[in-house]
């Protein structure tokens, strides 16, 4: 269903496009659908569907510091709607100011909805799951499960609005919990003037990013960088040996050694960049990706060409209205910043 | 001119209202206007007066974490617009994790517009002035002048946004970035049904905060819980000696021993209380208060009904788009987490 939507889109848009991008879908970048529904049915979760009541509860949820231990970071700490779905320092800083212990970046939220697999090591196949984890990591919200389910239980608020998204019956755990913030988190997805160009616009995207598109093909980039999200699958990565950050942290990818491509999509907005946050430039940061992933010089006209490019991968955010956190109670488990 | 339009205001709301609600004006308790144009001409700043293109740059400002040392602190970090205006811990926690060293708590932003001076020990004049303090304080964000200069310059998207506000020649400077912040803050105002019940609507408040109102008016709360705020004024306040909570914290208040009255206004969201944040419960703040500073006793049966009048007090907040915030350059100040 999902597949023959996608498909039926890029077969609008192969007769309208240029053909660069016939020669971008060739070499499997596909567009962000621009019919909202067919958005809405691409990133569902098919048992847990979306409802624009779940929908709020989990932008709650999402936003909500008390379900950390110290009731001061929340998933949006880490996770920054309003700077790229990401906080801008090289390792993840959480509970007592600890720094990722493994030196890991912490990725955009945008468009991680596109991804095969969640975690840099990749060991969680969706949002839903992906959610349990932070929360309860000691380095970055440090709660245990009895904190987060007491303290959403605590709070009529939430009550009311898990009866609203889920009917009167529903058992509030932290399985639940989670997967509410997995679910807003899917509708966190970012349409482009580059999706637009595909679907078949041909003034959507400047002549410069044109350009850089193809210098992006040309390359080879798109061996890695494809999809909707122009990453998100997992790939042998050169973390050690001729990787020239390869001494910051100890991360050493999946069992096998491969390591979550990271979407492009709003990469202007995401530095530092690698899984280590090493790299604060995309220049350095191409450059670098052609020299121990491609095997390949990119010459710095070519770096700029490709960051031109990146440029027209900046998307539109979806609207959100900060939520009214529900009022605690005298049941509410108190904050404990220690 | 202000002065009138709060007189005609409560003219009317005196013929209108029930006995109750005039013995509560009587007592100096005065409502938020419920005409929006009366409202935004009470809290404006006659010297930058109030407009969108100024509210929009503002609210960015004041969600933007890049404005603090690490990256990673905002002004709603501490103030957090969905819980309160606060951060529901005992002591504010800053910059590397360090709590306020004089064991402050963080004073909600709403309706913060009202008080008569700002901080704990009412050293500023204004909100303007206010948010110059947390930016630079090393517990806090730690920044300096020159780092939150840079940071906003650097950035196209900002200073368009101030061009927009300003005007073409505005200079970029600490003063007018802070400003703006504050011009945001006195929109941050929570109309309540206490508030319709002082401007005539006898149905506004149930029969309980009704009684509780009384208990409130009786036992001489608004002796300091006065005005708009239900506090905002600096008064003397039993710091050492018979306060209970003596020990917490060394902060001594204004240079006369005098100490601001935290606003009433959404105060059960507001916990834990005091200066100090060493009381986590309303009925024991209310019990407290009338032993230290009004020399009576408060019984449990009373401090409940005052409690019950207190949910009156909660108001509803302004509607907030979450902002996004402009794309940094390559001459954005970086993150400096340590």
Redesign the interface.
């Known amino acids: 269903m999902i597949k023959s939507l996608v498909l039926s889109t890029l077969a609008v848009s192969l007769v309208m496009g240029s053909s660069l991008a016939k020669q971008a879908r060739d070499a499997g970048l596909i567009p962000i659908p621009s019919d909202k529904l067919i958005m809405r049915k691409l990133v569902d979760n098919p048992k847990n569907k979306i409802t624009n009541a779940k929908i709020e509860l989990g932008k709650m949820l999402f ?4 379900i950390s231990k ?3 970071i929340s998933c949006n ?1 880490c996770h ?5 779905g990401v ?3 090289a390792a993840a ?1 959480g509970h ?2 600890t ?1 990722n212990p493994h030196h890991l970046n912490s990725p955009t939220v945008y468009n991680a909805v596109f991804a095969d697999a969640q975690f840099w090591d990749g060991r969680d196949p969706d949002l839903e799951k992906q959610a349990q984890g932070p929360i309860l990591a000691a380095p970055e919200m440090a709660a245990t499960k009895e904190h987060v389910v007491n303290t959403i239980t605590s709070m009529p608020g939430y009550v009311d609005a898990f009866k609203k998204a889920y009917g009167d019956d529903v058992k509030i755990n932290y399985e639940n919990i989670t997967a509410t913030i997995g679910l807003f988190e899917r509708i966190l997805v970012t349409p482009s003037r580059f999706d637009a160009f595909l679907l078949g616009n041909k003034k959507a995207m400047s002549k410069g990013e044109e350009e850089g598109l193809k210098v992006f093909i040309d390359k080879g980039c798109t061996t890695c960088h494809t999809g909707i999200a122009l990453g998100g699958s997992m790939q042998a990565f050169a973390i050690t040996g001729q990787y020239k950050y390869a001494d910051v942290g100890d991360f050493k990818g999946d069992k096998n050694g491969l390591v979550k491509v990271p979407t492009l999509r709003n990469i ?2 995401t ?1 530092p960049y690698f899984h280590n946050g090493a790299v ?2 995309l220049k350095e940061a191409i450059v670098e990706m052609g020299r121990i992933q491609l095997g390949l010089e990119i010459t710095d006209k070519e770096a700029a060409s490709i960051e031109t490019f990146f440029q027209a991968l ?1 998307g539109k ?1 979806p ?7 529900p ?2 109670t ?1 049941s509410t488990p ?2 404990d ?1 220690n």
Chains 1, 2 share one sequence.
């Not at 936003?63 to 008390?66: A, G, H, T, V, Y």
């Not at 920054?80 to 790229?84: D, E, I, V």
């Not at 609207?319 to 956190?325: D, H, R, S």
């Open positions: 936003f909500d510091p008390r110290s009731g001061l700490t920054n709607l309003g700077t790229g906080d801008g320092v800083i007592k100011w720094a202007n907005e530095a604060t430039t900046e955010k609207k959100i209205v900060y939520p009214q956190l009022n605690p005298a108190k904050p910043v």
